[in-house]
């Protein structure tokens, strides 16, 4: 079978992220790399052909240029192929461009069943699972602390808003996992070099058969009116426990009438 | 005024508290309309009048409960269809941004996501989003299709504003997709006498530092004397410390309470993602040059075993 597995390209989170004059996010000044949690999503896809699924692996970014770093990291991490969608028109596009987008690339690719993370570490909307799957007409299997595939079936657990939910649908499916489930591997040297080897397919619009005006920041649904760095919080008092550190701090919330 | 339709998150009936923000917000910017889905209507009614809503669209059907979140937006994108309501806000909850992500899909609307605050604009709702782990403010605002909002906890304070609402029993034609995934099994999680962690005005959390499960009675007794809520960073939940539930941070709970109280938390960017819009932070940490210390308004270098059981025996002192 065939899984697809969706990875972003983004600002270090660890770095001082801001924005570009026109609201879109500035990718200049800050070093960029695979989003963290997306390497979840690697993990489990790996997982599941270790688990003995006979399945390709083929990962999917849509991004600038540069993105492709991030299908070489994961392609270093194992699986076979990737698919670079990169075009000037792309850029500034929100989550119903860049769903659609996505979602055209992975029919195109073909799938049984694609993966994604539980979100992405700079929009961190955690909505695209949803909305790719909305699309391509197939059931979401979504927020997964626990995966497995076995018999054409998709199952998980995952932590619903008021229960924990066992959770189950016949593939083709799309699903996204969250960061408990489970240490992502570090790539091997072996694993880096033979990365290099490894196809990596360059897709723009066209090949999608995507309408430049369908996406970008000018087809954008929603439109950023400003954004303003939070002032920084300045550091208030602090103090060394002496014996008396537990009383000085219930001083401090009395005065503040947190008592 | 436009009508406004607003998702209604609630436990058999039980109304959760960010809906009554989202009804509140939802006057700002016209009419608003609950949306209740699954069982319990008549227990919510009178409780989601009370807080302005001028009508309760009712979808009682067991796909509801029985499938996850497709059958929810089939409900409200058909509802929707037929009321062309100005604008829908619903909970940032997990369900909540799933639902309104396959609703924007549908109807071709633009989506906003974890607005903090919504307020009327010349080019309809005006959101406010708190973003890149809450360094910036985004002000923003939806220019295709019905705007879509999902909001946060604690996004405003609840206020009455009493209505009788006119109810209307909705027969949804499910999608052939509503009952793709199927939910197998539920299990309720542990209830506890402590706030919600998303709607506590004091939020207590332990890290590292707590150094065992059995410690993190430490961190507990200093919430019950404040009648706060207990936290965690993940390092203390994946050592299996305490439950993921209790998590903050980038991929736990965000929070933002009048107080925040962290005990053995090094701060590090992705457990600041979940605090950092906190009124007042206050830390207890050994090492005094623990990158919490930058964001509080008050610190203490020491033994969190020393400091913390000394003040909740302050606090229960003062009371
Ligand atoms: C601070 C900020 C706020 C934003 N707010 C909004 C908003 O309110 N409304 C809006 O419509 N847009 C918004 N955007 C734009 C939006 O983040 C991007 O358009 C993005 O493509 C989709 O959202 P996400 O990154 O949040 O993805 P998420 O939904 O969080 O991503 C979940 C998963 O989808 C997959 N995925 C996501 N993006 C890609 C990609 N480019 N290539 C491959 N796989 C991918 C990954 O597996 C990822 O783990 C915002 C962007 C930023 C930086
Ligand atoms: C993608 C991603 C998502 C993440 N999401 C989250 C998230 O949602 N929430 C989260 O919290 N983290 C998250 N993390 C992890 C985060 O990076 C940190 O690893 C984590 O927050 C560290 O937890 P900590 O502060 O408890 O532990 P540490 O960083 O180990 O800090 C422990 C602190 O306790 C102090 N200490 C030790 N003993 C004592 C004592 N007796 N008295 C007083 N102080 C003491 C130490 O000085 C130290 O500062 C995420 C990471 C990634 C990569």
Known sequence: ?259 | MGEILVLVDHVDGAVRKPTLELLTLARRIGEPSAVFLGKGADAATETLGRYGAQKVYVVDAAEVDDYLVVPKADALAQIAESASPAAILVPSSADGREIGARVAVRLGSGLITDAVDVVAGENGPETEQSVFAATYQVRAHVTKGTPIITVKPNAATPEEAPATPAVEAVSVTFSAAATGTKIVATAAREKSDRPELTEADIVVSGGRGVNGAENFVVIERVADALGAAVGASRAAVDAGWYPHSHQVGQTGTQVSPQLYIAAGISGAIQHRAGMQTSKTIVAVNKDEDAPIFDLVDYGVVGDLFKVMPQLEEEINKRK
């Open chain 1, 1 to 259: 079978m065939k899984i697809v597995v969706c990875v972003k390209y983004v600002p270090d989170a660890t770095a001082d992220r801001g924005f570009n004059e026109d609201g879109t996010t500035d990718r200049e000044s800050v070093d960029s790399l695979l989003s963290e949690l997306d390497e979840y999503a690697i993990e489990q896809a790996l997982q599941i052909v270790e688990s003995g699924v006979e399945a390709e692996i083929t990962y999917l970014t849509v991004g600038p240029d540069d993105a492709r770093e991030a299908l070489r990291k994961a392609l270093a991490m194992g699986g076979d192929k990737a698919i670079h969608v990169s075009d000037d028109d792309i850029q500034g596009s929100d989550a119903l461009g860049t769903s659609l987008i996505l979602a055209k690339a992975i029919e195109k690719a073909g799938f049984d069943l694609v993966v994604c993370g539980m979100a992405s570490t700079d929009g961190a909307m955690g909505v695209l699972p949803a909305m790719i799957a909305e699309r391509l007409g197939v059931p979401q299997v979504t927020y997964l602390d626990e995966v497995s595939v076995e018999g054409g079936v998709v199952k998980g657990r995952r932590e619903g808003d008021v229960a924990s939910e066992t959770v189950e649908a016949s593939l083709p499916a799309v699903i996204s996992v969250t960061d408990r489930t489970g240490e992502a591997r570090f790539p091997s040297f072996k694993g880096i070099m033979a990365a290099k080897k490894k196809p990596v397919e360059e897709l723009d619009l066209d090949d999608l058969e995507i309408d430049s005006d369908e996406v970008g920041l000018s087809a954008s649904w929603s439109t950023v009116d400003a954004a303003t760095a939070r002032p920084a919080r300045t550091k208030g008092e602090v103090v060394t426990d002496e014996g008396e550190g537990g009383v000085q701090l219930a001083a401090f919330l009395a005065a503040k009438k947190f008592i």
